[in-house]
């Protein structure tokens, strides 16, 4: 299992999007580590930490509420986010572009005037140029990310330069993290705006419909499992906090036909999938270098694809099923 650490034991530690499918997962793993919790919230929806974290609820684009947020608190991990970056749904995602970059600013403004040490900023891979097929960390940015993931994109790529403004001036310490495609228990299942791992294992679990895949099914992906993904973010802040970004992936790739037909087998479903070519599929293959988080981190990822899977699967089956 992860190896634990003392760097959190008795600190005061704020989780933004702590509600959410990676900050609830890593609220879990940070009380396991001796940390005292704190979480933000915008409404009182049921949540399922193992330990009940302190909650204050309020709205991150109030900066009076980002001051309270971060009142007494050692590190932050700034994971809260607006909107999402489905290519199912842009109009989603430009509506958030200002709401994000308000957020972000109230944040870093509110840890300046407070007395945070270290603040983790939650990043995405899809702030990397759309032309490139390897996204290493230590590559610059020369043109635009992927134009179906842009305004959350730009979001990202300001908020990193923020960060490292903040870091550079010496108010506080600032670890960055690039994050791929994390799934795992406590995931978003909602078919309407999930992502490729839990909308297909809601598919093939819970209908009685042809299972319709977008795409050929020949994009692939790098897919990192949750536990090994909060490990990957509390050694960032623990071990690297040069406001460089680190990109976290499994280093493995697997087509979009080879993990609906894992998780069929898996489900022990009688579905056949059938490919939509007439649907968006996304980027077909990019490479995502973890040699940073190897390393400066001593990290990689240590849960196969089946594995991890075989986890979300039992999850969900037991705490979101619902029978058609």
Aim: hydrophobic share 40%.
């Amino acid at each position: 299992m992860l190896k634990l650490s003392d760097f959190f034991r008795d600190k005061q530690v704020l989780v933004t999007g702590g509600t959410g499918f990676i900050g609830s997962n890593l609220v879990d793993f940070l009380s396991k580590l001796g940390a005292k919790v704190r979480v933000t919230s915008r409404n009182r929806k049921k949540q399922m930490w193992d330990r009940e974290p302190e909650v204050i609820y309020g709205d991150l684009k109030n900066y009076d509420f980002c001051e309270k947020a971060v009142a007494g608190m050692d590190y932050v991990f700034h994971l809260a986010a607006e909107g999402f970056t489905a290519i199912a749904n842009p109009e989603n995602s430009a509506k958030s572009f200002t709401p994000n970059i308000l957020i972000n600013s109230n944040i870093f403004s509110a840890c300046k005037n407070s007395n945070v040490s270290h603040l983790l900023f939650a990043s995405s891979l899809n702030v990397y140029d759309s032309d490139l097929n390897i996204l290493s960390d230590e590559q610059p940015w020369l043109s635009h990310p992927h134009h179906s993931q842009k305004f959350f994109a730009w979001t990202k790529r300001i908020a990193e330069m923020q960060a490292q403004t903040y870091h550079d001036l010496n108010e506080f310490k600032v670890s960055i993290v690039r994050i791929g495609a994390v799934y795992g228990p406590k995931d978003n299942f909602n078919l309407e705006n999930a992502r490729v791992v839990p909308s297909l294992i809601a598919k093939v679990n819970n209908t009685n419909n042809d299972l319709i895949v977008w795409g050929s099914g020949k994009a692939e992906r790098s897919f990192v499992f949750i536990d090994d993904a909060v490990d990957a973010i509390t050694r960032c802040m623990e071990k690297y906090s040069e406001a460089d970004p680190v990109n976290i992936g499994s280093g493995r790739f697997t087509s979009i036909k080879e993990l609906v037909d894992l998780i069929v087998k898996i489900s022990k479903s009688s579905h056949i999938p059938k490919f939509d070519i007439s649907k968006p599929e996304g980027i077909l293959k990019t490479i995502i270098t973890i040699d940073k988080a190897k390393s400066k981190l001593g990290w990689e990822s240590q849960t196969s694809l089946a594995e991890g899977l075989k986890k979300t699967i039992e999850w969900y089956q037991k705490f979101e099923l619902k029978e058609d």
